[in-house]
């Protein structure tokens, strides 16, 4: 039983696996693709690596990467890399302009507190970000794409291992390489996950109102607090890997267990009281 429920997590992991694919439709490298009007403040390094630098007492936005004709489409896409800064002044981030064949264009920023999506303001080892955009169906494919590191004043940033990536999903576009765990899996486990051991709650329910199945019902909620298992275990698992949404196999596989568990205790207790009562009755 316990081979079948792995098996069925597995199923499901891949085809949360297929469901969230994405596409890296381009790998940058800075040596060919840096803004040449940019010279001044921006440096190619050995690694590979660009570094922009800021100017004291003066606002500056370095574009560092023109994209013409990217070939991105819906529903989403994001420019993503690692990225690391020191002696920001202020609150910086980065920003990527999507461009369309009518002239619309769309910005989207690195302004959150933390996560991907983080702004860039004091000093930072390297850390991944990811630039997301939502494509609306009406809004065609975008013509252009531009990158901009934004400054408030003096500091420096280093960009590397930039890439434009399209995905099948809008759920899945702040996903980062190495993120085996993307909200569209989690959301699959939270959604599958809950409604098997609620269906399993629900039948052992059923089956426990009467005394002949009380113990089909009690082998129905060890299979549940086996599959809850399960879930924390790939909850811890994701947890330790770094991944964003292990809080969601956490969070269920450790409710479940903890439910499930007081239920066969409550349930092994009243099949103890009902068998004494019946011996009880024949001793009489």
Known sequence: MKTRILALATVLALTAAVA??????????????????????????????LTVRGTDGEATTTT?????????????????????YEGVMGQGYLQMTSRFPDGG??????????????????????????????LERE??????????????GPGTVRLAHVELVQHASQADVLSVPGQWLSAGTATLIGTWGGAILGIMGGLAGMLSGTFRKQRAAQCLLLVALAAAICLLVLGLVALIAGQAYSYVPLLLGGMGSAVVTTVIFMLRR???????????????
Not at 270 to 284: F, G, H
């Open 20 to 49: 969230s694919a994405e596409e890296v439709v381009r790998v940058f490298d800075w040596t060919d693709e840096v803004n040449e009007a940019a010279a001044e403040n921006v440096t190619v390094e050995p690694d590979g690596s």
């Open 139 to 152: 809004s065609g494919r975008p013509s252009k794409l531009e990158l901009d590191v934004v400054l408030p």
């Open 64 to 84: 560092v990467l023109v994209i013409e004709e990217p070939g991105v489409g819906g529903p989403a896409y994001a420019v993503r890399g690692r990225v690391c």
């Open 105 to 134: 264009a769309y910005f989207s920023r690195t302004l959150s507190d933390s996560g991907a999506l983080a702004a860039l303001e004091g000093s930072s080892g390297w850390r991944d970000f990811v630039i997301p955009f939502m």
């Open 270 to 284: 009243r099949i103890s009281q009902q068998e004494l009562r019946q011996m009880q009755a024949q001793d009489a």
